[in-house]
């Protein structure tokens, strides 16, 4: 992909991520929305965000997101770029089965509110697994999401198998500032009411790199 297309491509996330008409992206993406500057991006800094943000950098548990994530997402054919376009997106939460496939998610495009994302608008966050809020797609199941998935400090993760009944991945940032917050919150809240009968396990993930390396 040219550099132009990848502009183009970059634009198209971040008007996705503003979906207020014919306001600026950067205006409302930074003025309203509170997205923060991220000019180093490094194992200090990262673990000093995971620290600030209540996630930690438990091994297991916390992890970033590589930036060969977004060649893999580029290299998707036409008619899987609206899928591609939701997958690109800053913050997300993702909720899959057993299985490893993809039932139930949530993403910023789809959120809505002002001047805060509200991930709870119709009370999806109320039940666990909750109701979707976007459409689940079968482009990313939690095997192909899991070789994207590095260490904070950068490592490679080994094969990972979730043998949850349940495995919750949230994309979080220091970019997208209170926005992440609140996902990560609603993210916590919504994993309390999962039933004593099932298990459910949560991953966080960081898209700082990721969200540098496309110019966002």
Not at 59 to 85: C, H, N, T, W
Not at 108 to 113: L, M, P, R, T, V
Not at 147 to 160: E, H, K, N, Y
Request: with cysteine; hydrophobic share 40%; charged share 15%.
């Amino acid at each position: 992909m040219t550099s132009s297309a990848q502009t183009r491509w970059s634009a198209a996330v971040l008007l996705l991520l503003a979906g207020l008409g014919l306001v600026s992206c950067t205006t409302v993406a930074e003025g309203v929305y509170g997205m923060r500057r991220t000019d180093i991006v490094d194992f200090p800094q990262l673990q000093a965000y995971a620290q600030d943000y209540g996630v930690g950098v438990t091994p297991g548990k916390s992890f970033v997101l590589d930036i060969s994530y977004f060649e893999f997402l580029k290299r998707q054919p036409l008619r899987m770029q609206d899928v591609a376009k939701n997958h690109a997106q800053p913050l997300q939460l993702l909720y899959y089965n057993r299985a490893g496939q993809l039932v139930s998610y949530y993403v910023n495009c789809y959120a809505g509110g002002f001047p805060n994302l509200d991930w709870n608008h119709d009370r999806q966050l109320e039940v666990f697994p909750p109701v979707t809020q976007a459409p689940p797609d079968s482009l990313l199941s939690f095997a192909e999401l899991a070789p994207f998935l590095r260490t904070i400090d950068g490592s490679r993760v080994q094969a990972m198998q979730s043998f949850a009944d349940y495995t919750v991945v949230v994309f979080w940032s220091h970019r997208m500032g209170r926005q992440s917050r609140r996902l990560l919150a609603a993210a916590q809240q919504n994993l309390q009411l999962a039933p004593t009968t099932q298990k459910a396990y949560i991953l966080y993930v960081n898209n700082d790199a990721y969200l540098r390396h496309i110019g966002l």
